[in-house]
């Protein structure tokens, strides 16, 4: 399994991006899937879950109404949905895949993309 992000960039607050993560192999369907964030220095947060059904989602309190996770089947790709974006969003941003749901450790993902970049400017 291999995961890839895309979707990060450069805007301003109060914006929207919408982040994806292309994830080929053929695990993809049995796999959890979250978004992890982290600042130079700082270990890595987890942001959001989906499991392989798309039924058990988990986002963290501190972003919850404003980040949203999702996944497409067909498209073998899970999306992170970021709006009313705030300058304190401002990280690196992980896809990462794993066996088991609503996990929120780092540790319990066994697949990680390089990341993508969001910064985001008062």
């Known amino acids: 399994v291999q995961v890839v992000e895309s979707g990060g960039g450069l805007v301003q607050a109060g914006g929207s991006l919408r982040l994806s993560c292309a994830v080929s192999g053929d695990t993809f369907s049995s796999s959890t899937l979250a978004w992890f964030r982290r600042a130079p220095g700082k270990e890595r947060e987890s942001v959001a879950t989906i499991n392989w059904s798309g039924r058990k989602i988990d986002v963290a309190d501190s972003v919850k109404g404003r980040f949203t996770i999702s996944r497409d089947s067909a498209k073998n790709t899970v999306y992170l949905e970021i709006n009313s974006l705030k300058p304190e969003a401002t990280d690196f941003y992980y896809c990462?895949?794993?066996?088991?749901?609503?996990?929120?450790?780092?540790?319990?993902?066994?697949?990680w993309g390089q990341g993508t970049q969001v910064t985001v400017s008062s």
């Open positions: 990462a895949a794993g066996p088991f749901a609503r996990e929120v450790v780092a540790t319990a993902y066994d697949v």
